[in-house]
Nanobody, 123 residues
């Protein structure tokens, strides 16, 4: 059973920071490809950042230089700095085994999802 639980969302002003956490078992964190996605009202779900099991990382162009990924034996973290109003969305953690085109950050490639955590950035 793959169980993902996001936390850390909230409301911040533009320029602020948040750190999102995705809690998962150690086995999942070490052997599954994982990613963060976000979905704003009326928009499609989009990839934000991916963390391959082998250590590779990928980021959407819109967040490069502002967001980083890290991992310990209990969580995958998304550190979000210099937040902008356009970062406002529900953020989801996802996981799956050996995502073939993982760099594309496509939600269709992931079968396991958390419930999401809301991020709101005000101007």
């Amino acid at each position: 059973v793959v169980h993902l639980v996001e936390s850390g969302g909230g409301s911040v002003q533009a320029g602020g920071s948040l750190r999102l956490s995705c809690a998962a078992s150690g086995a999942i964190l070490s052997t599954y490809d994982m990613a963060w996605f976000r979905q704003a009202p009326g928009k499609e779900r989009e990839g934000v950042a991916g963390a391959r099991a082998n250590g590779l990382r990928n980021f959407a162009e819109s967040v490069k230089g502002r967001f980083t990924l890290s991992k310990d034996n209990a969580n995958l973290y998304l550190q979000m700095n210099s937040l902008k109003p356009e970062d406002t969305a529900m953020y989801y953690c996802a996981a799956d085994r050996e995502v073939k085109n993982w760099w594309q950050l496509s939600p269709r490639d992931y079968n396991y999802w958390g419930q999401g955590t809301q991020v709101t950035v005000s101007s």
